[in-house]
């Protein structure tokens, strides 16, 4: 069942970001949604209690880089998530469909490689107006939705890693 875009959102606590180093991996290309995702995430992590020095921002010219460039930040053992935040608008030829399946499956390749949550934040939209509705600065933001989903999957794998320690 769906929600009705009239009812109220009722909005969860945000998880305790305070002792986490979180990398957020942004593509360049569709700068003005991607840096709009980069904001709405950082919001929510700063929101969340992570301090600045805690969030570490790795930029990449397109989609198609991001899967090895979250693979290599969470293979450094150095975050407990990383965010990946990147816009692919549909155009006249197939290759949108070649680089958003090939993004979606790199990064679900590396979150199991690695065995560290790895947040899809990447939009796949068919006109620049869907990316913008997006990528709003407020709580509907993706980049904001990716970050409190990293962070929710990170305090998952504490409690599976050490279950006594978590609870």
């Known amino acids: 069942m769906m929600r009705n875009p009239t009812d109220p959102v009722i ?10 180093r979180v990398a957020l991996v942004v593509s360049r290309f569709n700068e003005d949604i991607t840096t709009r995702l980069r904001d709405g995430a950082v919001e929510a992590l700063t929101v969340a209690g992570a301090p600045a020095e805690a969030i570490e921002i790795f930029e990449v010219p397109g989609a198609f880089e991001i899967p090895w460039a979250a693979r290599a930040a969470a293979s450094t053992g150095r975050f407990e998530a990383v965010i990946c935040l990147g816009c692919v608008i549909r155009g006249e030829t197939y290759h ?3 680089i958003a399946d090939a993004v ?11 065995g560290i949550p790895i947040a899809f934040g990447v939009l796949t939209t068919d006109t620049l107006e869907q990316a913008l509705a997006r990528a709003a600065m407020d709580r509907t933001n993706k980049g904001w939705e990716a970050a409190v989903a990293a962070l929710e ?5 504490r409690r599976l890693a050490a279950p006594e320690a978590a609870k």
């Open 104 to 114: 979606a499956q790199g990064v679900t390749d590396a979150a199991g490689e690695t």
């Open 153 to 157: 999957m990170a305090h998952l794998a």
């Open 96 to 98: 949108f469909e070649i």
């Open 11 to 20: 909005e969860a606590p945000l998880p305790d970001a305070r002792a986490m």
